[in-house]
């Protein structure tokens, strides 16, 4: 949620910073803007929409010389989107710049004392409050990193700041709290960003900024400050990522792209955890008298995690034979959870920076829970915080909608399970063997589901049904947790009113909702529970629903005897299967979308990161 970037070097800074927000877009896109010195002094430009509209105004950056600059780009907390409230703020005093990724949650006391001392404001944006405030102590004190430090030490809630002081042209002063900033090291040159991706095309070296960090910076030097102010060597790390893992490539959409990526990111994540025909994960240690002490697993994120959680819970419970509970990060923080040490709690998170997730482990940890992470971005907040961490290498996912760290937290939790009821004694040998031999297989399972046949399928259907005002996702155990994700994916991307519920729930109030031409997407792919399905696909036609049913090629024929239209996978292990059937759902979604017209991998109102809660 929101993205910053700071440049220092002998490059032109306005085209690197913004060759950064548009690496950085996915987390924020309502308004963009940059500030770059040079002899006319801190000049900000900024515009309210796409990054493309700051870009038009700066004619691709040229319109700003100067060497040293920050930029951002902005998902809307403190006032709506609009020119004046866009990033950089200046101070009130003229002098002090800043960009700001995070939300400062005792603005309100702090923009009243900042009155009090004869600040004015432009905007209504928390980030104005801190360069006022910056502004406030620089002149107290006429020390920039001291007037940075005073301000800092007095700020509640999250932030990844970026800073300049026109008395100090040079110099950019980067300071972060529960937000990512990273920290790029290149030849006369260094960089600050939010995000990897951003910097990527200038350097490949970079550190990772821990909360409380401090890093005063120009073209040829950099000092590292920890919380207490002592100054502190951070470790370069080298990124191994191609380049093209954050370009497009030949695509139209990042979204469709990383529906593609999902063969190699199932391959890089399962291969290193299977050897010699045994699980093995990361070395998380999870011992026989732990799990049988424990009372409950919960399983905790947000959004499409949590849905992840959901077939998590399924999965656990069936393997382990453990009372297992997903619960959304927001309600688990404040609902006074029944959590102890006999607890395992799991979180699951691409960013590994969602602040409703990040706030449940904290809480999780202090009463006494052992905590274990799924993360996809490396060093990311809950994955330092949480006890172990078990990281999906689904590489970087830039499409607001999430495919490929969706289906590869699936298999962690599959692996997962599979080691649990592995130490517990709850899973027979044969049936160990046949899910490793189902893991090894899974990549190539769902490459055959990307094929041309089911591509095709899914755009015809997709034509077929996006005018469509209303869809229900209908589906049994497993299959219900994929309608969860697969509605989720529709409404995000095509803003077509969506929901989704269990097959037998549905007659207990929302079949009311069913008449004519309703699109029901009914989800048939547990042999047992096949007839069940049917029946409840039957109560909704009756009602005039247009059915679209997804099931095994094996059960196509008498599901398409009482459905409108069907897709057909193959069938799997039972526990694997839900990988294969959210392909399609994945693939109906965009292409609904692109009927529909919608901005697929920036949907509205919408960011990829959310660190506010
Ligand atoms: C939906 C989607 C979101 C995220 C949710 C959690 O396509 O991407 O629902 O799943 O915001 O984000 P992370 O996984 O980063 O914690």
């Given at each position: 949620?929101c993205?910053?970037?700071?440049?220092?070097g002998s490059?032109q800074?306005?085209?690197?910073?913004l060759?950064?927000?548009?690496k950085?877009?996915y987390r924020g896109y309502d308004?963009?803007?940059v500030?770059v010195?040079?002899?006319?002094?801190?000049?900000?430009?900024?515009?309210?929409?796409?990054l493309?509209?700051l870009?038009d105004?700066?004619e691709?950056g040229?319109?700003l010389?100067?060497?040293v600059?920050?930029?951002h780009?902005?998902w809307a907390?403190h006032?709506a989107?609009?020119?004046?409230?866009?990033?950089?703020?200046m101070s009130?005093?003229g002098k002090i710049?800043?960009v700001?990724n995070?939300i400062?949650e005792?603005?309100?006391?702090?923009?009243?004392?900042?009155?009090r001392?004869?600040a004015?404001?432009?905007s209504?944006?928390?980030?104005?409050?801190?360069?006022?405030?910056?502004g406030y102590?620089y002149?107290?004190?006429?020390?920039?990193v001291q007037a940075?430090r005073?301000?800092v030490m007095?700020?509640e809630g999250?932030?990844?700041l970026?800073?300049?002081c026109i008395d100090h042209p040079d110099?950019?002063i980067?300071?972060?709290?529960?937000s990512?900033?990273?920290?790029?090291?290149?030849?006369?040159e260094?960089f600050i960003?939010s995000?990897?991706p951003?910097i990527?095309?200038y350097?490949?070296?970079?550190?990772?900024?821990?909360?409380?960090?401090?890093?005063v910076f120009?073209?040829?030097?950099?000092?590292?400050?920890?919380?207490?102010g002592e100054?502190v060597a951070?470790?370069?790390?080298?990124?191994?990522w191609?380049?093209s893992a954050?370009?497009r490539?030949g695509?139209?959409?990042f979204?469709?792209?990383?529906?593609?990526?999902?063969?190699?990111a199932?391959?890089?994540t399962i291969?290193?955890r299977?050897r010699?025909?045994?699980?093995d994960l990361?070395?998380?240690e999870?011992?026989?008298?732990?799990?049988n002490?424990?009372?409950?697993i919960?399983l905790?994120?947000c959004?499409s995690?949590?849905?992840v959680?959901v077939?998590?819970k399924?999965?656990?419970?069936?393997t382990?034979?453990?009372?297992t509970?997903?619960?959304?990060?927001?309600?688990?923080?404040?609902?006074?959870p029944?959590?102890d040490e006999?607890?395992l709690?799991?979180?699951?998170?691409?960013?590994?920076?969602?602040?409703?997730?990040l706030a449940?482990?904290r809480?999780?940890?202090?009463r006494?829970?052992q905590?274990?992470?799924?993360v996809?971005?490396v060093?990311?907040a809950?994955?330092?915080a949480?006890?172990?961490v078990i990281?999906?290498?689904?590489?970087p996912e830039?499409?607001v909608?999430?495919t490929?760290a969706?289906?590869?937290q699936?298999a962690?939790?599959?692996?997962?399970a599979?080691?649990m009821?592995?130490?517990?004694g709850?899973m027979s040998?044969?049936?160990?063997d046949?899910?490793?031999?189902?893991l090894?297989?899974l990549?190539?399972?769902?490459e055959?589901?990307?094929?041309?046949?089911?591509l095709?399928?899914?755009?015809?259907?997709?034509s077929r049904y996006?005018?469509?005002?209303?869809a229900f996702?209908?589906?049994?155990?497993?299959d219900s947790?994929i309608c969860l994700e697969?509605?989720l994916k529709?409404?995000?991307?095509?803003?077509l009113?969506?929901?989704?519920?269990p097959?037998?729930?549905?007659?207990h109030?929302?079949?009311?909702l069913i008449e004519d031409?309703?699109?029901?997407?009914?989800?048939?792919?547990?042999?047992?529970l096949?007839?069940k399905t049917?029946?409840?696909?039957k109560?909704?036609?009756a009602?005039?629903?247009?059915v679209?049913c997804?099931t095994?090629?094996a059960?196509?024929e008498?599901a398409?005897?009482?459905?409108?239209?069907?897709?057909?996978i193959?069938?799997?292990?039972p526990?694997l299967?839900?990988?294969?059937?959210?392909i399609?759902l994945q693939?109906f979604?965009?292409?609904v979308?692109?009927?529909?017209?919608c901005d697929?991998?920036?949907?509205?109102n919408?960011?990829?990161s959310?660190?506010?809660?």
């Amino acid at each position: 949620m929101c993205g910053i970037v700071g440049y220092a070097g002998s490059r032109q800074a306005a085209p690197v910073l913004l060759d950064g927000l548009e690496k950085l877009e996915y987390r924020g896109y309502d308004s963009a803007g940059v500030c770059v010195y040079n002899e006319a002094g801190l000049n900000m430009v900024k515009a309210k929409g796409r990054l493309s509209v700051l870009r038009d105004r700066l004619e691709g950056g040229t319109a700003l010389p100067g060497n040293v600059g920050i930029g951002h780009t902005r998902w809307a907390t403190h006032g709506a989107p609009s020119d004046v409230n866009s990033h950089p703020h200046m101070s009130w005093t003229g002098k002090i710049a800043v960009v700001h990724n995070g939300i400062i949650e005792n603005e309100a006391r702090l923009r009243a004392k900042m009155y009090r001392k004869g600040a004015t404001f432009q905007s209504e944006t928390d980030t104005e409050v801190v360069a006022n405030m910056v502004g406030y102590y620089y002149e107290k004190f006429g020390d920039f990193v001291q007037a940075v430090r005073e301000t800092v030490m007095r700020l509640e809630g999250s932030f990844a700041l970026g800073i300049q002081c026109i008395d100090h042209p040079d110099t950019i002063i980067a300071v972060k709290k529960d937000s990512p900033l990273i920290f790029g090291f290149g030849e006369g040159e260094h960089f600050i960003a939010s995000d990897v991706p951003a910097i990527l095309k200038y350097t490949q070296t970079v550190a990772y900024l821990e909360d409380g960090d401090m890093a005063v910076f120009d073209a040829n030097s950099v000092t590292f400050y920890d919380s207490t102010g002592e100054e502190v060597a951070k470790k370069r790390e080298t990124i191994t990522w191609e380049m093209s893992a954050a370009e497009r490539g030949g695509y139209d959409h990042f979204m469709i792209k990383e529906i593609y990526e999902q063969p190699k990111a199932l391959k890089d994540t399962i291969s290193p955890r299977l050897r010699d025909g045994k699980i093995d994960l990361d070395g998380v240690e999870l011992p026989a008298d732990y799990l049988n002490g424990l009372r409950k697993i919960y399983l905790v994120a947000c959004g499409s995690a949590y849905y992840v959680s959901v077939l998590a819970k399924y999965i656990i419970e069936k393997t382990c034979r453990i009372p297992t509970e997903a619960v959304m990060a927001s309600e688990f923080r404040y609902s006074d959870p029944v959590v102890d040490e006999r607890n395992l709690v799991i979180f699951v998170s691409q960013s590994g920076e969602t602040a409703d997730t990040l706030a449940a482990l904290r809480e999780a940890k202090r009463r006494g829970a052992q905590t274990l992470a799924i993360v996809n971005v490396v060093g990311s907040a809950i994955a330092k915080a949480a006890d172990q961490v078990i990281y999906t290498w689904a590489g970087p996912e830039i499409a607001v909608a999430t495919t490929k760290a969706f289906t590869t937290q699936l298999a962690v939790v599959y692996m997962l399970a599979m080691q649990m009821a592995k130490t517990l004694g709850t899973m027979s040998d044969e049936e160990y063997d046949a899910l490793v031999k189902g893991l090894e297989q899974l990549p190539y399972d769902v490459e055959s589901v990307l094929d041309q046949k089911h591509l095709e399928r899914c755009q015809k259907l997709a034509s077929r049904y996006h005018a469509h005002h209303d869809a229900f996702y209908i589906g049994r155990n497993i299959d219900s947790g994929i309608c969860l994700e697969g509605s989720l994916k529709l409404k995000e991307i095509a803003y077509l009113h969506s929901e989704a519920y269990p097959a037998g729930e549905l007659k207990h109030g929302p079949i009311s909702l069913i008449e004519d031409g309703t699109l029901v997407v009914a989800l048939a792919t547990i042999q047992d529970l096949f007839d069940k399905t049917m029946a409840n696909i039957k109560e909704v036609k009756a009602r005039g629903a247009d059915v679209l049913c997804v099931t095994l090629e094996a059960l196509e024929e008498n599901a398409s005897a009482i459905s409108d239209s069907t897709i057909a996978i193959p069938a799997i292990h039972p526990m694997l299967q839900p990988s294969l059937s959210i392909i399609p759902l994945q693939l109906f979604s965009y292409y609904v979308a692109l009927y529909r017209g919608c901005d697929v991998d920036k949907p509205r109102n919408l960011a990829k990161s959310v660190t506010v809660e």
